[in-house]
């Protein structure tokens, strides 16, 4: 995913109310900026550390920059826009780089499924076969290496997870994908310190026939890409 034009850098002052955060330019100027990730960011904000944001031309936004990539605590590199995840898979499933999801006619996103008005973010199709992909942006990581999912209780997750299931159990494919934008994750699992019930179930429907997939994105201002995949530990 080519960043045109590159992202604007600044010093993180402070995260709150959820969805804003302070930044100081270049030039000392301060701004707020909008936030654009719902968890918690456990382990992505260090305050007084570079960060990474884009600017919008809609004027009708109260905050027209985005904050898209945050220096954590360690000095990795993390993406903290979740609303770029879909993008990201999209493209690493068009350009060859996600293996395990090749060989299908058709891609469509956002399509309703299931029996609890949700929609899969990936539908692919190759005549009757259907393959339904759930993607989660992954940016926790916690000792050598290891990265977790969810950063914060997610019952939205779990429903996901179910409706998976019950995909799998009509004879589809059903592929969670982790798409992990921190440089410093070498592998995923769950949180299960964070979100027991979360664990469980993915655990659950992985024995259903729920595949799990994790794909890591090189970031920089200029692009953000899926280059490799990773260990999934369950």
């Known amino acids: 995913m080519k960043i045109d034009p590159a992202l604007e850098e600044g010093v993180l002052l402070r995260r709150y109310k959820r969805f804003l955060a302070d930044v100081r330019l270049p ?10 990730n719902t968890g918690s960011m456990k382990n992505c904000l ?11 031309d809609n004027p009708k936004r109260k905050y027209p920059n985005t904050w898209e990539i945050a220096t954590t605590p360690d000095g990795d590199l993390a993406g903290i826009n979740t609303g770029r995840a879909n993008a990201l898979v999209v493209e ?11 060989g299908y006619d058709e891609l469509k996103t956002e399509v309703r499924y299931g029996e609890e008005r949700s929609r899969i973010d990936i539908l692919l199709s190759r005549g ?5 992909v759930e993607v989660k942006n992954v940016t926790l990581c916690e000792g050598a290496g290891q990265g977790f999912f969810p950063d914060a209780v997610s019952s939205r997750g779990t429903k996901h997870l179910r409706e998976l299931a019950l995909m799998a159990s009509q004879g589809h494919r059903a592929v969670l994908m982790f798409c992990v934008q921190h440089s410093g994750i070498e592998s995923v699992s769950p949180a ?10 993915l655990r ?3 024995a259903e026939g729920v595949e799990v997939v994790a794909y890591k994105a090189r970031l920089d201002p200029t692009e953000i890409v899926l280059t490799e995949a990773l260990a999934v530990a369950i």
């Open 204 to 206: 659950e429907v992985v």
């Open 46 to 56: 260090a305050e007084g550390s570079p960060c990474w944001f884009s600017t919008s």
């Open 192 to 201: 299960q310190s964070i979100d027991p019930e979360y664990a469980n179930t």
């Open 92 to 102: 690493a499933i068009e350009s060859g780089v996600v293996a395990e999801l090749q």
């Open 27 to 36: 030039d000392g100027k301060e701004i707020t900026i909008h936030c654009p």
């Open 128 to 132: 009757d076969e259907r393959c339904y």
